[in-house]
């Protein structure tokens, strides 16, 4: 991939996020609570057969248990009749009560509040439901999934159309849902739709990639397991077709919602197919994902090289100055500028740059960088120094504790005597630093031609007076 896919990232820090709030934080009856209002309910039809489950809690019963209430409600026929009229009234209306008290209960359940349900349309829930899960198992196959697939196809669309085709993935997928179940009660929640979407795309756009699988026979002996490729147009396929097949027998023994499945995958697929029709990826998409993810040469540092190697400095230094103020960051343009004006004795263009390159490189830590400058600078000819930039070079090197050879820096200022003010800088620091040393004899050197300097008084006279002290003092 050109790129770490930073959309995929964040969907599965937003679905981990999600799932410890809804866990953790968000409050709401527990499955406990749920579990002995749903007893009560069982309890009451038990007795009275004849009482039909209203269609909310249908969702609730397998075809069995219908089977079964229907087949007690008959015998009940049987042996006592049809119970009167007020009895009757009076049971519906208790199991009416404990329904409305599940429904109140459910309601306040994290999954109820987030979830999407397609007998009450909530638009905001549309989305909600999207990354929120039932329990941990439910996330763990759900972002496994989308990250198997996810990065590539977030690295051949582009991270915009990428998100729009996640989102709009999982709305289609929840759009199928509710087509097949349009009066359910029960909340739809998790990103399976849209990771189906995902995956149709990529099986695609990516059909003869070779996807690793982990075989483990055994989940608690995880000593006995097999890896093996398998390629992406048969590893895929399996899982739609063992979808479609759930979806066209029912869902309701299940418990999953294949037809968002089913919808998404097919939505996928064929956004990816209209993509590559539409020949976008190969106009559009991937000559703006490679622009931003590869580094071009800038045109006036390609001549500029070019002229230099042909031995035409005015041209070459022309075209370098061109490209730095185009972009006066250019690292590239910058160093090859200083080559340039300490090849053609343009000592004031070649302190600027230097100094340019050592302020950036201090503030970046380039130390690599900044002593292949130093060193290079230290060893040119005493014409060509720059000497501020030696005098900044020297005060770096003693930060960072290499003190002979900021030494070394300081000397050569200090003999440069081209600036007075940095030559009387430099010598007061030599002799600073050759006192601490102990090497008294170039200490008082330093301060001689300190004190000699046109520039030495006042302040600057004091500090050369102070230093000749701690000299008689040791």
């Not at 399996?238 to 979806?247: E, N, Q």
């Amino acid at each position: 991939m050109r790129r770490h896919p930073a959309v995929t990232y964040v969907i599965v820090a937003i679905n981990v996020v999600a799932f410890i709030a809804t866990a953790m934080i968000m409050s709401g009856p527990s499955n406990a609570a749920l579990e002995a209002k749903f007893d009560e309910i069982v309890k009451v039809l038990l007795a009275h057969p004849y009482l039909v489950p209203p269609p909310e809690i249908e969702r609730f019963f397998s075809p069995e248990d219908f089977v079964y209430l229907s087949a007690a409600a008959e015998e009940m026929r049987k042996k006592v009749g049809v119970p009167a009229e007020g009895t009757h009234l009076r049971q519906s209306r208790i199991l009416e009560q404990k329904v409305a008290e599940l429904q109140e209960l459910l309601g306040a359940h994290p999954l109820y509040r987030l979830g999407y349900v397609p007998a009450r349309p909530e638009i905001a829930k549309l989305f909600t439901s999207l990354f929120v899960h039932a329990d941990f198992w439910h996330l763990l196959g759900n972002m496994l999934f989308l990250f198997i697939v996810s990065a590539f196809l977030e690295d051949v669309m582009g991270r915009p159309l990428f998100i729009a085709f996640y989102i709009t993935g999982g709305l289609v997928a929840t759009g199928f849902h509710v087509w097949q179940n349009p009066g359910s009660y029960a909340p739809l929640v998790g990103a399976s739709g849209a990771v189906a979407a995902v995956m149709g795309g990529y099986l695609f756009r990516f059909w003869k990639s070779r996807i690793e699988l982990l075989w483990l026979p055994i989940f608690f002996l995880p000593w006995l397991r097999a890896r093996f490729f398998a390629p992406a147009f048969v590893i895929i396929p399996l899982w739609f077709v063992s979808d479609f097949y759930l979806a066209m027998r029912g869902t309701q023994d299940v418990g999953i919602a294949v037809w968002a499945h089913v919808g998404g995958f097919l939505f996928g697929f064929a956004v990816m197919a209209l993509i590559g029709a539409s020949r976008l990826e190969e106009r559009v998409l991937d000559p703006g994902i490679t622009a931003k993810t590869t580094w071009e040469a800038d045109r006036d540092l390609l001549a500029a090289i070019d002229a230099r190697q042909l031995g035409r400095q005015s041209t070459a230094v022309a075209a370098a100055n061109r490209a730095l103020r185009r972009d006066p960051s250019n690292e590239d343009a910058r160093q090859l500028a200083l080559a340039l004006a300490l090849e053609t004795g343009d000592h004031r263009s070649a302190e600027t740059h230097a100094l340019h390159l050592l302020d950036r490189w201090v503030r970046t830590g380039e130390d690599a960088l900044l002593g292949d400058l130093i060193g290079r600078l230290s060893s040119a000819e005493s014409d060509a120094l720059p000497e501020k930039f030696l005098a900044r070079a020297a005060a770096h090197l003693e930060r960072k504790g290499d003190i002979p050879s900021a030494l070394s820096l300081y000397r050569r200022v200090a003999t440069a005597g081209r600036e007075p003010i940095m030559t009387l800088k430099a010598n007061l620091k030599v002799a600073e630093i050759c006192l601490r040393n102990g090497e008294l004899t170039e200490a008082a050197s330093a301060l001689h031609r300190a004190e000699s300097n046109p520039e030495c008084t006042g302040e600057w006279l004091l500090s050369v007076h102070r230093q000749r002290s701690l000299m008689v003092v040791r």
